[in-house]
């Protein structure tokens, strides 16, 4: 299962500019760092009214994980 693609598909659904979102992937045995970078304006969507979506993506993110055995780690630039 790739967490990368996961992650950049939720992304792209949320966001105005689908283009610019871009994940970036660390791997360190079975922990994933993915970092999500999106445009300026579509932050707050991706993060949501006190953090919602945000918790949202990550707990989506974290149930994959663990199909994979591996412990994930998102972060939102």
Known sequence: MDLKLI???IARAIVDSPDEV???ETVDGDNVVLVLSVA????????????????AIRAVMKAAANNC???VTV???
């Open 22 to 24: 871009s994940v970036t």
């Open 40 to 55: 300026e304006d579509d932050t707050g969507m991706v993060i949501g009214r006190h953090g919602k979506i945000a918790k």
């Open 7 to 9: 992650l950049t598909d």
């Open 75 to 77: 972060e939102i630039k």
């Open 69 to 71: 055995g591996k412990h």
